[in-house]
Each structure stands twice: as C-alpha cells, then as structure tokens.
C-alpha cells in the first residue's frame, strides 16, 4: 500500500510564508500525475497546483509554488504572501492509471 505522509502547516501571520512537504512511499515518477489541493472551511476541495510527470506545472495561485525532491519521494508547496483566505486543509494526491492515494491533510490557518 502506497502511503502519502504530509507535513508542514500551522498558525502563520497574515504575509507570512509557510512550506508543505509530502512524501510517498514509492518513486513519485511512477504516478503521471501529482497534485495540491486545499479545502477551505465549509468550501468544496479545490485544485491548487498540478504537477504533471512530464510538463509544467501549473499553479492556480501565483503566489504559491512547487519543487519535487526525486531522490526523497518528496515533493513540497512554497507559500508565500498568505492571506487570511488561503486558510484551509491541505492535501496532496499521488495519481496513476487506475489509482491515488491521497495525504492526510495539513491544516494552515492565517491569523494575526
């Protein structure tokens, strides 16, 4: 069973920044696609970052970024310049043909 262990998050003030790790248990190479999301309070689950094997990535937030460790299965979302608004549960999902296996979910709140 792939596993998908996420880390980072917590309390940051409003311009802060803040960086999220996630780690698979398997080759990130071996999925053609990976991803961040976030799910707001009360909000539906929302694509924040695609990260495709081979391509560009592809953030909906500029203010956010991305950057994979291949040798450490990792790979890590760069927030900078948080917003109240960017509080929320984070997650990252590791794709393949017919399967994902999603992370744990990291909470960030934005607060001063």
């Known amino acids: 069973q792939v596993q998908v262990m996420q880390s980072g998050g917590g309390l940051v003030q409003p311009g802060g920044s803040l960086n999220l790790s996630c780690v698979v248990s398997?080759?990130?190479?071996?999925?053609?696609?990976m991803a961040w999301y976030r799910q707001r309070p009360g909000k539906e689950r929302d694509l924040l970052v695609s990260?495709?094997?081979?391509g560009a990535t592809h953030s909906v937030e500029g203010r956010f970024g991305v950057s994979r460790d291949i040798v450490k299965n990792t790979i890590h979302l760069h927030m900078t310049n948080l917003k109240p608004e960017d509080t929320a549960v984070y997650f990252c999902?590791?794709?393949?043909?017919?399967?994902?296996?999603w992370g744990q979910g990291t909470q960030v709140v934005v607060s001063s």
């Open positions: 999902i590791a794709e393949d043909v017919g399967r994902e296996y």
């Open positions: 398997e080759n990130i190479f071996n999925f053609y696609h």
């Open positions: 990260i495709p094997r081979i």
